[in-house]
């Protein structure tokens, strides 16, 4: 069952808390045993006075918290949330079209970054780290806002856009960083810290 899955992960299952096919399919691209957990829906709400660039962690952070007490020994639970920061203000889903039009004009001819935060948890351990891509933007006119929006509908994307999608192809003229992350996993951090996260569960188990 295991023979195309990555050896020093062999023993280890990881349980995806997340709604995103993107990123299922994200992960699955390590090579691990994923299994996609139902979800519960987690209050998203933040200190007012956080840093911007603590949100996406933090709430993370958040959506763990109802599923460590179920975990079973070898499973690592992985959530995450994604975060686009504009000038300083955090924006998340739209709320709907006007909101998701009003997001895209604020990118519009500028530089935002995207910050991923990841939290990884055991039945004994919980880690948290976040990644940041700094994404460019070309001046986008109404016309093809309202195009974008009309027919991709992005409702659940951070900043009111796909980078894979239409908007990515035409919209964006630089990136800085992780192009998975702004996907909604940042893959080589990400690969890295779930080696160091496996390692420890094996060697716990051999004391």
């Given at each position: 069952?295991n023979d195309n899955r990555y050896k020093p992960l062999e023993g280890c299952k990881v ?193």
């Open positions: 069952m349980l995806l808390a997340s709604h995103s096919p993107r990123r299922r399919q994200l992960l699955e691209k390590l090579d691990v045993d994923v299994e996609v957990l139902p979800l519960v829906e987690v209050n998203e709400s933040y200190p007012a006075k956080m840093a911007s660039e603590e949100v996406a962690g933090y709430i993370s952070r958040k959506k763990a918290h109802p599923y460590v007490s179920g975990l079973k020994d070898g499973e690592i639970l992985l959530t995450a949330d994604t975060v686009v920061i504009n000038r300083g203000e955090v924006l998340g889903k739209p709320a709907d079209a006007e909101d998701a039009a009003r997001m895209l004009r604020q990118l519009s001819g500028h530089t935002h970054k995207v910050v991923t935060g990841v939290t990884l948890a055991s039945n004994k351990r919980m880690v948290t780290f976040s990644a940041v891509t700094e994404v460019d933007f070309a001046p986008l006119s109404h016309e093809t806002i309202d195009y974008y929006i009309e027919k991709y509908r992005p409702f659940d994307k951070a900043g009111a856009y796909g980078i894979q999608e239409w908007i990515g192809y035409v919209g964006i003229t630089g990136i800085r960083g992780d192009y998975y992350n702004v996907m909604g996993l940042p893959l080589n951090a990400l690969f890295e810290r779930l080696m160091v996260f496996a390692n420890s569960l094996h060697n716990r188990g051999n004391h």
